[in-house]
């Protein structure tokens, strides 16, 4: 090889470097800002393996800002400590409407030595995060550092993991020599659900909150753990920075948004405290929608110059204030942990606690999950406990308060012998969990996952108490005799008639048109929630290439991991499984993707986002979404920036509203039938 060879190379390898960064970056703000990407997956990973490939052969070319940095380095032994160059504040509470006056009067009363009236002062509200407080620091446009909240002066340097996290800009134009930006690390929901799924599956600790999940990624010691954790961030605001100084809080948003960032799309500027409260109560309303979680909304005094003059006390500014929700924990004893049997055979603990008033209910009991989280919590009984209960959820015990345990309090055991069969437990292996293996004969299992299969099918009439009085009857032992049972007999059943008789018969009949993903959740295979379940459908297509399928290929459906994988592999080879699949077959429940839920590549709609309010006219919200899939488009449940059209129907409520705010385009029924085809 002559000498000058390399040399060409190189310099062409630059060129080609330069071009994939750039492309890269164009793509990264598409999918993961815009949220409306150009290109496909596999394409994407073509451009991000060749940039890496440029990178390994030439070193000097990568920058700690490259696309290809952000899968993770080497693990740290611990985290650096970094001082924020502006401390990262607190904030002061409001817990009602009255705390939030009392505050915003505070505010008007300092403010009036400047002429000021209430009604010109303007307020930004926006969503109180629940997660972890992270500073990232850019210089010359490059992020350079990412830190944790810590004690608001010196946090850790978890600048690897922060990498890691496609939402974060690595780089950004048109930004001050230094700049710290200001945001909240969160799991989404469905994430932070599948996460615990598979915790639980690999017989690892599960995490108590998406919380809890988040701050324990974002501190993994090896970035590659961080990486495989599906993180998210909302920015919220500025720390430190040079020569740059934002006349309002408003500004400094949208110059966040400008640059990539992700700020709220429902943050919002408003004039005088009453219209502040009634966006605290909007928000209220609709925080169990919202797939992150909120524990309350801050607002802040938008004007800067104000800002400045109201100061800080203590740790706190005088400009911001946080209105905290409800309480939904409350502290009672637990009077005892008592067991039952789940549907695949595990002791489950639950406690029976002295009564007490959790966000206007009166709670008795509440799960204490399982055998590993009671470990875990090192609950007792006779113990003080938080109690927790958040929306239709059961209520739960959070955590005992060790300060005020008395002395000579036991750990509960799990039971020698099943509570309902009375068949002596077993621990398998080194498992965590200690069974009933009673699997098909154990009438508490066979209970347990006929009301999950319900559940899973959406079998209304068949509540809890008649499937145990079916049970009971001997009219069912198992959730594939539902599809066995006639009117005929459940009429002659005390409290039913013929018509009660008819019409369960006939939401059973309704229930076989239920899509594949429901069947499959409904077999109950243990670690099989209702997301995984999807992601399994979506994968295969059908129950026989489930039922075909090697545990490395399973493990290519999205979220399913190799020890899950295995446990389905090991679930449905089981005899009992599949004769509860033949016999779901023979009466007829889909156990095939149809091919209206598979979304068409190259569609009309191919692309587009699209959002369903209120009622149509003629079509039902399923079939609407189907339509919508199979014109090659995505349904998604909230407007935002990204979303191309809403259809509204009859009483369509905020999301019109929100669309029109936007300037997204709305459609009715018609419109949504001409561009679909
Ligand atoms: S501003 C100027 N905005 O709440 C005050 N904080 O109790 C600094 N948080 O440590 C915070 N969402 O972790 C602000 N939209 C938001 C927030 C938010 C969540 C957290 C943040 C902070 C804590 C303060």
Not at 66 to 87: D, I, N
Request: include cysteine; aromatic fraction near 6%; glycine fraction near 8%.
């Amino acid at each position: 090889m002559s000498p000058a060879k390399p040399k060409a190379g190189k310099r062409a390898a630059a060129s080609r470097f330069k071009q994939l960064r750039g492309q890269l970056a164009h793509h990264n703000q598409r999918y993961y800002v815009d949220d409306d990407p150009e290109i496909s997956d596999t394409d994407y990973d073509d451009l991000l393996r060749e940039l890496r490939e440029i990178e390994d052969a030439n070193p000097e070319l990568q920058t700690p800002d490259s696309p290809t940095q952000r899968v993770g380095g080497r693990p740290l032994e611990r985290f650096p400590q970094v001082t924020h160059a502006e401390p990262m504040l607190s904030l002061g509470n409001a817990r009602d409407a009255d705390e939030l006056r009392a505050w915003a009067e505070r505010v008007e009363n300092r403010l009036k030595r400047f002429d000021i009236s209430a009604r010109e002062i303007r307020y930004v509200t926006e969503p109180k995060i629940d997660g972890l407080a992270i500073s990232l620091t850019y210089e010359d446009g490059v992020m350079v550092r990412g830190a944790t909240r810590g004690d608001g002066r010196i946090g850790e340097d978890v600048t690897q993991n922060l990498r890691t996290i496609k939402e974060i800009p690595l780089e950004i134009e048109e930004a001050p020599k230094m700049v710290e930006v200001r945001g909240e690390i969160y799991l989404p929901l469905a994430d932070f659900a599948r996460l615990n799924e598979q915790r639980a599956a690999a017989g690892e600790p599960t995490f108590a909150n998406p919380r809890n999940s988040a701050a324990g990624s974002i501190r993994q010691l090896d970035p590659k753990m961080a990486a495989s954790r599906p993180l998210s961030m909302w920015t919220y605001g500025i720390g430190a920075r040079s020569g740059w100084e934002p006349a309002s809080h408003s500004e400094i948003l949208e110059w966040l948004r400008k640059r990539g960032f992700r700020v709220n799309p429902d943050v919002a500027q408003l004039a005088g405290v009453e219209e502040v409260e009634q966006r605290c109560l909007w928000w209220q309303d609709r925080r169990d929608e919202l797939d992150f979680e909120i524990d309350g909304v801050v607002v802040k005094v938008d004007d800067r110059g104000l800002q400045r003059e109201l100061g800080v006390a203590g740790r706190e500014p005088r400009w911001a204030v946080a209105w905290k929700f409800p309480p939904t924990t409350a502290t009672t004893t637990l009077n005892d942990v008592v067991w039952n049997v789940g549907r695949t055979g595990r002791m489950l603990p639950f406690a029976i606690l002295e009564p007490v008033q959790v966000g206007g209910v009166t709670v008795s009991t509440a799960t204490l999950h399982n055998e590993e989280d009671l470990e875990r919590k090192d609950v007792r009984k006779g113990d003080e406990v938080v109690v927790m209960r958040a929306g239709d959820v059961i209520p739960q015990v959070v955590s005992p308060i060790i300060q005020r345990r008395r002395k000579g309090l036991r750990k509960p055991k799990p039971p020698k012998k099943c509570p309902v069969c009375e068949t002596p437990t077993v621990k398998p292996g080194d498992g965590v969990w200690t069974i009933c293996p009673n699997r098909t004969g154990c009438p508490g299992q066979v209970f347990q996952h006929v009301k999950h299969f319900r559940g899973a099918m959406d079998i209304e009439g068949l509540g809890e108490k008649n499937a145990a009085r079916f049970l009971g009857e001997g009219l069912i032992s198992d959730a594939a005799d539902i599809y066995d049972l006639d009117a005929a007999r459940i009429e002659k059943l005390d409290g039913f008639g013929a018509t009660s008789a008819q019409a369960l018969i006939s939401e059973i009949e309704r229930s076989k048109s239920q899509p594949f993903a429901r069947v499959l959740y409904g077999l109950g295979i243990p670690g099989v929630g209702f997301v995984n379940a999807e992601s399994l459908a979506e994968h295969f297509g059908s129950i026989d290439a489930l039922l075909a399928a090697q545990p490395a290929e399973i493990e290519e459906a999205e979220g399913i991991g190799p020890i899950l994988a295995e446990q389905i592999v090991e679930e449905l080879s089981e005899e009992r499984a599949r004769e509860l699949i033949e016999r779901l077959r023979r009466a007829g429940l889909r156990l095939e993707l149809d091919e209206s839920e598979r979304r068409t590549e190259g569609g009309p709609l191919e692309g587009k986002t699209i959002v369903l309010t209120g009622s149509l006219p003629e079509l039902t919200r399923e079939e609407a979404t189907r339509m919508i899939k199979r014109a090659g488009g995505k349904v998604s449940s909230s407007v935002s920036r990204n979303t191309d059209h809403v259809v509204a129907g009859d009483s369509p409520g905020s999301k019109l509203a929100k669309a029109e705010e936007l300037g997204v385009a709305v459609l009715d029924e018609a419109g949504l039938r001409k561009l679909a085809g």
